[in-house]
């Protein structure tokens, strides 16, 4: 409460001294300017004079967070030509009407010129009490322009330093000094052009006319244009680096969770603001995510505010919040003046609401809203993209689940289904038939082994794939050792070519295809020689899988498979399919089994990204 109170008292305190000066500044000019007015003795070059001050001050440097000119040259030229009336009529009006244009508030509109006419004015008199006798018109003109231009900077930027200390926004040594660097850079540019122009305006070169200051002031002029020019761009140059910086790095981070502290650190450099928040929208309804600077993030939203949120479709500046902030006003504190909406929209459907604020009224102009709607489309992009993976991931989770749940109804349960009727039937003939009931119990050991196997070999899969923590090659090895260990199939392994990296789908499509081929030639085909190849060739890998069981008719196992699915065939197919790959098998009765699967290169082998149908594992 103590803080609102003391911000209260220097904001009303800063609008007294606006007004303060704004009228002060107001005086000068009737009684200075208006009062003595009488018909100008050199009209063409008075015009030409207020014509170059108007291009100067309209395209201003931009530097820290305002901007600088160099018009004194000018000002003083109008002030040797015509004298004190015509320089506070023309400077002031001159820059009065360049910050209506600008749509400036109307206190700034009459604050910026009466700060420079004050300035002036006491530059003026402190010019007057300065007289050098004896020495030469050139040096005396450096005299009096020098004594004139020290107390007009001097006393403007007294009062702009008085006014931002007054300000309720901070205004640090940091930012004093930032500001006198700018303001000593103009001073100096200034001081030389005057220097130039008594030199060469004392040297006999004839009747000084209109064209003479055209030609001498136009340098001046076009300095200043490209100077803006330049600096303009430059400060394009560098949203434009920074908005790069900030799509790379987000992408990059489009999966992980600290993707908000990133924008939080690099967002400055886009877009210069005091404070911003960011909701989310989904299912649930809206959340605050992110929250920085002059803002609040421990208000809840209301029904009313939830409703005005959902009609944002385009981007909104309130540049008075005071009079009006829109729902998420509430949102920051005291110091904020203006707001920037720019919802978060892709495809019609909206997906977020970045709000912007700054301590200045009237602060956000079109270049501001460009990159806020830049930003926005960014982010909203990035939001899509993250649920998506979200839902991924959770039909992932389903298909897992799903898999899991076929291979106990087609393994586990089943054999412990048989278990139990063999258990149950033991029971029954222990004291009849003996021998029967032992040998049911034997089988039923067996099959509960088989079980317990199975489980451990589900709980295995359920971990980190193989291939992501070995490799290909490495996992197929390894694989191979488990085999043997718990089989006596004589299993070789050949690889032909030099490995190169393949994509993750790929290498674990590839090892399910090595992995259940093998399992099938030991389970099924009662297999005692496996020979497997896996070949790295120019444009393809080539996996080849070749036993010498029982082999079986390709036609009856489609149509087995079919009505009990498994990972069998037609899921090896299906696999293969994902990756574009062929699967070609051959099989006869008593003949063997050779499975072969051709995976062509895609020209992604080896690069950093992932496949879609990957990330979410």
């Known amino acids: 409460m103590m803080k609102s109170s003391a911000l209260h008292r220097k904001e009303r305190l800063s609008r007294v001294f606006l007004t303060v000066i704004s009228l002060i500044g107001g005086l000068v000019m009737v009684y200075q300017g208006i009062l003595p007015l009488t018909f100008p003795d050199e009209a063409t070059i008075l015009g030409l004079l207020i014509l170059f001050l108007f291009v100067v001050e309209l395209y201003p440097l931009p530097v820290w967070k305002g901007t600088i000119t160099i018009s004194f040259p000018l000002v003083y030229a109008i002030y040797v030509m015509e004298g004190l009336a015509y320089t506070v009529l023309a400077y002031g009006l001159v820059v009065c009407f360049i910050n209506l244009l600008k749509r400036r508030p109307l206190r700034i509109v009459f604050f910026n010129p009466a700060i420079l006419i004050i300035s002036f004015y006491f530059a003026h008199l402190a010019g007057n009490w300065i007289s050098v006798e004896g020495t030469s018109r050139v040096l005396n003109g450096m005299i009096h322009f020098t004594f004139i231009m020290i107390p007009f900077y001097l006393i403007n930027n007294i009062i702009v330093d008085l006014l931002l200390v007054i300000r309720p926004q901070n205004y640090s040594f940091h930012d004093w000094r930032q500001k006198t660097r700018q303001e000593l850079n103009s001073f100096i540019i200034s001081f030389s052009y005057l220097i130039l122009f008594y030199i060469l305006g004392n040297q006999n070169r004839g009747d000084i006319d209109a064209i003479a200051f055209f030609f001498f002031f136009s340098p001046l002029v076009c300095f200043a244009l490209l100077s803006s020019i330049i600096a303009n761009l430059r400060r394009e140059k560098a949203k434009l680096k920074a908005l790069f910086s900030i799509s790379s790095e987000l992408n990059k981070k489009i999966a992980a969770e600290d993707w908000l502290a990133f924008l939080a650190d690099n967002l400055k450099e886009f877009i210069d603001v005091d404070a911003w928040i960011l909701w989310k929208k989904d299912q649930t309804g809206w959340k605050l995510k992110y929250a920085a600077g002059l803002a609040e993030d421990k208000v809840n939203l209301e029904d009313g505010q939830v409703k005005t949120f959902n009609q944002f479709n385009r981007l909104k500046v309130y540049h008075n919040v005071k009079e009006s902030g829109g729902p998420a006003a509430a949102f920051f504190e005291e110091e904020i003046r203006s707001l920037l909406y720019a919802p978060l929209v892709l495809d019609d459907e909206l997906v977020g609401l970045f709000v912007f604020g700054r301590s200045r009224t009237k602060s956000f102009i079109e270049e501001d809203m460009q990159a806020a709607a830049t930003l926005a489309n960014q982010l909203a992009v990035l939001i899509k993209t993250r649920w998506l993976i979200t839902e991924q991931e959770k039909r992932l989770i389903l298909e897992e689940r799903n898999r899991i749940a076929r291979d106990i109804h087609d393994g586990v349960a089943q054999s412990l289904a048989g278990a139990i009727m063999n258990l149950d039937t033991a029971n029954r003939k222990f004291t009849k038939v003996p021998d029967d009931s032992r040998r049911l119990m034997v089988e039923s050991t067996e099959k509960l082994r088989m079980c317990l196997k199975e489980v451990r070999e589900s709980i295995y899969a359920l971990r980190p794939y193989p291939t992501e923590r070995q490799g290909l090659l490495s996992a197929m090895r390894t694989k191979i050792l488990h085999i043997q260990k718990d089989n006596s199939t004589e299993?070789?392994?050949?690889?032909?070519?030099?490995?190169?990296?393949?994509?993750?789908?790929?290498?674990?499509?590839?090892?399910?295809?090595?992995?259940?081929?093998?399992?099938?030639?030991?389970?099924?085909?009662?297999?005692?020689?496996?020979?497997?190849?896996?070949?790295?060739?120019?444009?393809?890998?080539?996996?080849?899988?070749?036993?010498?069981?029982?082999?079986?008719?390709?036609?009856?196992?489609?149509?087995?498979?079919?009505?009990?699915?498994?990972?069998?065939?037609?899921?090896?197919?299906?696999?293969?399919?994902?990756?574009?790959?062929?699967?070609?098998?051959?099989?006869?009765?008593?003949?063997?089994?050779?499975?072969?699967?051709?995976?062509?290169?895609?020209?992604?082998?080896?690069?950093?990204?992932?496949?879609?149908?990957?990330?979410?594992?």
């Open 491 to 617: 299993i070789k392994m050949e690889t032909r070519g030099p490995e190169f990296q393949l994509s993750p789908m790929v290498e674990k499509i590839i090892f399910d295809i090595f992995q259940e081929s093998t399992q099938n030639a030991i389970k099924h085909a009662e297999a005692s020689k496996i020979d497997i190849l896996l070949s790295f060739q120019k444009e393809h890998v080539l996996l080849k899988v070749k036993d010498n069981g029982k082999g079986f008719s390709l036609f009856q196992a489609m149509i087995k498979a079919r009505h009990h699915p498994h990972f069998g065939i037609l899921h090896m197919n299906e696999a293969a399919e994902k990756i574009q790959a062929s699967l070609q098998v051959d099989s006869k009765e008593g003949a063997g089994t050779e499975i072969s699967l051709t995976v062509p290169r895609m020209g992604i082998e080896g690069a950093v990204i992932h496949d879609q149908a990957y990330v979410g594992r």
